[in-house]
């Protein structure tokens, strides 16, 4: 199907395309200066001391959690409402995801009180998620994590932009994890990167990337190295230099995209205030700088969403759910530890969720009649 209006949309050039080019007649494709370009540049841009990119932010998710030391039997604590990569990270390892209510309707992130009421002897970690590039309450956070001995880790995907108190989002907590998919703020295709402050943590990071081993392809390209020992269970998460070079175009331009995305999110919020003032729109008066990943409403209560979703197709527009809840799917339901979760809060709050497009190319006049389309919706 074709929409008048898609749920998002990429903002990719001529500058992309020579970058790529650029890549391929240099012959060298694999992990190598131009990645440690992007590196460099992304590290600058969020203000950690160390980044590494990687093939997703998924992959880049499973080694902050192997990094950090997850195994068998230790407790992550995680909100349901993300998606589903955010968990699997922590099960990848053996250890246990722990789900815990969100805020409020005005609030979609985890709530730090719900995280509180989950800490136990076995909680190792805290596993956020900044929903569409709302901050979660990280002085907060960090404040409960210090007190129980807890490591952060940050689900950063919807993030790349965002700061809390002028510090970026995914700079928080000891790893952040940030997502170059294709329907993200900046994209590569494919891509991720991890960042963190702490220098074992980054040493284990760069290990396991590439296979544990001591020395790379690039190093031994260069005449750094012959040889290498393997030091570690590692795994192969290496991004290559054709998105790298595109993920350096797409960085410079992540501040204007940005800034099209919150000037958009202002004005959707102005026309419902408008036209349907009986829908919420969460994370309107939300503390910090916000990517605007993504723009969320929540239907009144008793609305049926799937109608509701079915005329906004029908007007040609494209509008999805953020999220299913995790601990819903069968995988999940499957495993015991999982299937006695109850988050009734999240679950009433999630069944009235709906995403609107937003993406940097959306018009005043795409916004406007988005609106009106709900209005007539709703009002039908
Ligand atoms: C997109 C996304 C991911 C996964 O990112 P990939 O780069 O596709 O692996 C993880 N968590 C959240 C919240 C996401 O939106």
Same mark, same amino acid.
């Given at each position: 199907?074709?929409?008048?209006?898609?749920?998002?949309?990429?903002?990719?050039?001529?500058?992309?395309?020579?970058?790529?080019?650029?890549?391929?007649?240099?012959?060298?494709?694999?992990?190598?200066?131009?990645?440690?370009?992007?590196?460099?540049?992304?590290?600058? +841009?969020?203000?950690?001391?160390? $980044? *590494?990119?990687?093939?997703? !932010?998924?992959?880049?998710?499973?080694? !902050?959690?192997?990094?950090?030391?997850?195994? %068998?039997?230790?407790? &992550?604590?995680?909100?349901?409402?993300?998606?589903?990569?955010?968990?699997?990270?922590?099960?990848?390892?053996?250890?246990?995801?722990?789900?815990?209510?969100?805020?409020?309707?005005?609030?979609?992130?985890?709530?730090?009180?719900?995280?509180?009421?989950?800490?136990? %002897?076995?909680?190792?970690?805290?596993?956020?998620?900044?929903?569409?590039? +709302?901050?979660?309450?990280?002085?907060?956070?960090?404040?409960?994590?210090?007190?129980?001995? =807890?490591?952060? @880790?940050?689900?950063? !995907?919807?993030?790349?932009?965002?700061?809390?108190?002028?510090?970026?989002?995914?700079?928080?907590?000891?790893?952040?994890? +940030?997502?170059?998919?294709?329907?993200?703020?900046?994209?590569?295709?494919?891509?991720?990167?991890? &960042?963190? #402050?702490?220098?074992?943590?980054?040493?284990?990071?760069? *290990?396991?990337?590439?296979?544990?081993?001591?020395? =790379?392809?690039?190093?031994?390209?260069?005449?750094?190295?012959?040889?290498? /020992?393997?030091?570690?269970?590692?795994?192969?998460?290496?991004?290559?230099?054709?998105? $790298? !070079?595109?993920?350096?175009?797409?960085?410079?331009?992540?501040?204007?995209?940005?800034?099209?995305?919150?000037?958009?999110?202002?004005?959707? @919020?102005?026309? =419902?205030?408008?036209?349907?003032?009986?829908? @919420?729109?969460?994370?309107?008066?939300?503390?910090?700088?916000? $990517?605007?990943?993504?723009?969320?409403?929540?239907? %009144?209560?008793?609305? /049926?969403?799937?109608?509701?979703?079915?005329?906004?197709?029908?007007?040609?527009?494209?509008?999805?759910?953020?999220?299913?809840?995790?601990?819903?799917?069968?995988? +999940?339901?499957?495993?015991?530890?999982?299937?006695?979760?109850?988050?009734?809060?999240?679950?009433?709050? $999630?069944?009235?969720?709906?995403?609107?497009?937003?993406?940097?190319?959306?018009?005043? #006049?795409?916004?406007?009649?988005?609106?009106?389309?709900?209005?007539?919706? =709703?009002?039908?």
């Amino acid at each position: 199907m074709t929409w008048r209006i898609p749920l998002a949309d990429i903002d990719v050039g001529e500058e992309e395309i020579s970058a790529v080019t650029g890549v391929l007649k240099s012959r060298w494709l694999t992990m190598g200066a131009v990645t440690q370009e992007f590196e460099e540049a992304f590290k600058e +841009y969020s203000g950690a001391k160390y $980044a *590494l990119a990687v093939t997703n !932010a998924t992959t880049a998710l499973h080694m !902050a959690c192997v990094a950090v030391g997850l195994k %068998p039997g230790d407790e &992550v604590i995680l909100p349901s409402l993300t998606f589903v990569a955010t968990a699997n990270a922590i099960c990848y390892t053996g250890a246990t995801p722990i789900f815990a209510e969100i805020s409020s309707e005005s609030n979609l992130n985890i709530s730090p009180k719900a995280i509180e009421s989950k800490i136990t %002897p076995k909680t190792r970690a805290i596993m956020v998620m900044h929903y569409g590039g +709302y901050a979660c309450d990280m002085p907060e956070i960090m404040r409960i994590a210090d007190v129980h001995g =807890l490591t952060v @880790i940050e689900d950063a !995907a919807h993030a790349s932009g965002s700061f809390l108190d002028s510090k970026m989002l995914g700079t928080w907590g000891r790893v952040g994890c +940030y997502s170059f998919f294709s329907n993200k703020n900046m994209t590569t295709g494919e891509g991720g990167m991890a &960042v963190t #402050n702490d220098e074992e943590v980054f040493k284990k990071l760069s *290990l396991i990337r590439s296979h544990g081993m001591t020395s =790379l392809t690039w190093d031994r390209h260069r005449g750094h190295a012959w040889s290498y /020992d393997v030091v570690d269970l590692g795994y192969n998460y290496r991004i290559d230099e054709m998105r $790298a !070079a595109v993920g350096l175009v797409q960085l410079h331009k992540l501040d204007s995209f940005n800034e099209k995305r919150r000037k958009i999110t202002k004005r959707y @919020i102005d026309l =419902l205030h408008e036209s349907c003032p009986e829908i @919420i729109i969460p994370f309107e008066h939300h503390p910090g700088i916000s $990517a605007c990943h993504l723009f969320v409403i929540l239907l %009144p209560e008793g609305c /049926d969403r799937f109608d509701f979703m079915e005329r906004m197709k029908a007007a040609g527009i494209q509008t999805s759910i953020h999220y299913p809840l995790i601990h819903r799917f069968s995988y +999940y339901q499957n495993d015991p530890f999982v299937a006695c979760q109850n988050l009734p809060f999240t679950e009433k709050i $999630a069944e009235r969720e709906v995403t609107l497009p937003l993406y940097p190319g959306l018009t005043e #006049n795409d916004v406007t009649y988005i609106v009106q389309s709900i209005a007539e919706a =709703l009002h039908h």
